[in-house]
C-alpha cells in the first residue's frame, strides 16, 4: 500500500537530502523498481509510512485489561488528596486567580 503525499501548485515543499553508502542506494533503487515507482517517491512513501508508526506508538498508551481496570477505578473512586496534591491545588488557585 503506497501512501500518496498530495501536491498541488500551492502546496509548499521542503527538499531532504542524503548521503548514503553506495550498496544500501543500489538497495533502494531495486525496492523502488520492484514497486514501479521512482526512487524518491519510495521513500517518501516508506518515510510516511514509518513516520506514522512512530507517532502511533508514541501518542497511544496501551494498558493491559488490568492496568485499564484500576485506572477506570481510580477515575470512579479517587483517593482523597494528599499534602502534595493539596499545596498544588492552592499554587494553582493563586496563579489562576487574577486570570
Request: aromatic residues 4%; hydrophobic residues 40%.
Amino acid at each position: 500500500m503506497a501512501v500518496r503525499v498530495a501536491s498541488t501548485p500551492k502546496t509548499k515543499t521542503k527538499k531532504i537530502s542524503a548521503t548514503l553508502p553506495a550498496h544500501v542506494h543500489e538497495r533502494l533503487e531495486e525496492a523502488a523498481a520492484w514497486r514501479g515507482v521512482a526512487l524518491s517517491e519510495f521513500l517518501v512513501d516508506a518515510a510516511v509510512r514509518e513516520a506514522e508508526q512512530v507517532i502511533e506508538r508514541e501518542r497511544i498508551i496501551r494498558l493491559s485489561q488490568e492496568d485499564a481496570k484500576l485506572i477506570f477505578s481510580l477515575m470512579k473512586n479517587p483517593p482523597p488528596p494528599n499534602a502534595a496534591m493539596k499545596k498544588a491545588m492552592q499554587t494553582h488557585k493563586r496563579l489562576t486567580r487574577d486570570s
